[in-house]
């Protein structure tokens, strides 16, 4: 099985602060990783695709990074909207999330 | 306008099977390179990938569910339907159908349905 461990679990930054998760894949996934974000008690949003690419609608302070196992999403200057729980998710045969990375605004 | 919807029921109980439906609008089970996913959540934890077949009915399972799992897809119906066998408590969860795209993210998602497992 392909395990996808993100860090941190949980972070607390401050409105304007570059925050950054990063994602681990237990084997090759090449580029077929996404990133989304939930907010409580809403359905998952899409917000990167194939590791880097930005979907429709999505603001350009997302960005994500990476191929093979480890990969990097990035919020370059954090937003009071910008709260929620962000999962990865590979994709590269039968699909795996990560655990989540809890985003609070201080 | 894609949209998806869940429908199933809400009580299901110990090693029953359980049947999902989802049935969408807005795009093609026949187009190349298309998909409709189930994912679930269990209250209060993370997003679990379940299974996904593709417009040429390439089916793709969750490892460790793959023995209690099928899916499967009426492009003329615009369904696809989940079952999912010997149900246990630890399955109670929000299960979410949802469009993967040709690049594979999952683009579009419906709003879920909450299935309890109990007797």
């Known amino acids: 099985d392909i395990q996808m461990t993100q860090s941190p679990s949980t972070l607390s930054a401050s409105v304007g602060d570059r925050v950054t998760i990063t994602c681990r894949a237990s084997?090759?996934?090449?580029?077929?990783l996404a990133w989304y974000q939930q907010k409580p008690g809403k359905v998952p949003k899409l917000l990167i695709y194939k590791a880097s690419s930005l979907e429709s609608g999505v603001p350009s302070r997302f960005s994500g990074s990476g191929s093979g196992t480890e990969f990097t999403f990035t919020i370059s200057s954090l937003q009071p909207d910008d709260f929620g729980t962000y999962y990865c998710?590979?994709?590269?045969?039968?699909?795996?999330f990560g655990q989540g990375t809890k985003v609070e605004i201080k | 306008q894609i949209t998806l919807k869940e429908s199933g029921p809400t009580l299901v109980k110990p090693t029953q099977t359980l049947t999902l439906t989802c049935t969408f609008s807005?795009?093609?089970?026949?187009?190349?390179?298309?998909?409709v996913a189930w994912v679930r959540q269990p209250p209060g934890k993370a997003l679990e990938w379940l299974a996904l077949v593709y417009s040429n009915n390439d089916q793709r399972f969750s490892p460790s569910l793959r023995n209690r799992i099928t899916i499967t897809k009426d492009t003329s119906k615009n369904q696809v339907v989940l079952t999912l066998t010997n149900m246990d408590p630890v399955d109670t969860a929000t299960y979410y159908c949802a469009h993967r795209f040709d690049y594979g993210g999952l683009d579009y998602w419906g709003q879920g349905t909450l299935v309890t497992v109990s007797s």
């Open positions: 084997q090759n996934v090449n580029s077929w």
């Open positions: 807005g795009f093609s089970l026949s187009t190349s390179g298309v998909g």
């Open positions: 998710q590979q994709y590269n045969s039968y699909s795996t």
